[in-house]
T-cell receptor, first 118, second 112 residues
Framework: DQQVKQNSPSLSVQEGRISILNCDYT??????FLWYKKYPAEGPTFLISISSIKDKNEDGRFTVFLNKSAKHLSLHIVPSQPGDSAVYFC?????????????????FGQGTILTVHP | DAGITQSPRYKITETGRQVTLMCHQTWSHSYMFWYRQDLGHGLRLIYYSAAADITDKGEVPDGYVVSRSKTENFPLTLESATRSQTSVYFC???????????FGSGTRLTVV
């Protein structure tokens, strides 16, 4: 049972345009969500996160949107750059007692390969 | 150097052999994790540890054994390697933060 799903295995975008990566989850206990970025031959690195008490979090070119009623989150990258080409994983955790931090188990999606063309 | 390191980076082993993947972190993080990455499955949790001498199964624990006698080390052992265990293995650690995990660079294991 895949609790976190990224239904698009790949996404191709032109440089300067918006990239939108989507993620759906089924476990209503999830209250903290993260996006990780992974380059080949490296470990995933943290990109941005959002707590379930918010519906949007922005960090520079990256914005994460959370729609709790739809159990859906998305990552927007504007403008996209060739260096953004990587695999993006969304992840979720259930940490209602953690005060908004995430130190417990993370459940990951399958990943989406983003390619940004010059 | 501070950080989380995995060794070896690459390993080829034969079916039935025992192999141990090493993970070491220097932050004294309480939580440590082992994930495997496979095409179409993303990252799946094998085992995790909340503290020294406390470990628990994740989503795909069969065929794996872990131990955590010291906070900084979390080795993963494949007791009798099978071809289905060919994968990239990532170790991660977590302090109580908004950044989730910090991952190692991974070990690419091939079982022939």
């Amino acid at each position: 049972d895949q609790q976190v799903k990224q239904n698009s295995p790949s996404l191709s975008v032109q440089e300067g345009r918006i990239s939108i990566l989507n993620c759906d989850y089924t476990n209503s206990m999830f209250d903290y969500f993260l996006w990780y970025k992974k380059y080949p031959a490296e470990g995933p690195t943290f990109l941005i996160s959002i707590s379930s008490i918010k519906d949007k979090n922005e960090d520079g070119r990256f914005t994460v949107f959370l729609n709790k009623s739809a159990k859906h989150l998305s990552l927007h990258i504007v403008p996209s750059q060739p260096g953004d080409s990587a695999v993006y994983f969304c992840a979720a955790s259930a940490n209602k007692l953690s005060g908004g931090t995430s130190y417990g188990k993370l459940t990951f999606g399958q990943g989406t390969i983003l390619t940004v063309h010059p | 150097d501070a950080g989380i390191t995995q060794s070896p980076r690459y390993k080829i082993t034969e079916t039935g052999r025992q192999v141990t993947l090493m993970c070491h972190q220097t932050w004294s993080h309480s939580y440590m994790f082992w994930y495997r990455q496979d095409l179409g499955h993303g990252l799946r949790l094998i085992y995790y540890s909340a503290a020294a001498d406390i470990t628990d199964k994740g989503e795909v624990p069969d065929g794996y054994v872990v131990s955590r006698s010291k906070t900084e080390n979390f080795p993963l052992t494949l007791e009798s390697a099978t071809r289905s265990q060919t994968s990239v293995y990532f170790c991660a650690s977590s302090g109580q933060s908004t950044y989730g995990y910090t991952f190692g660079s991974g070990t690419r294991l091939t079982v022939v």
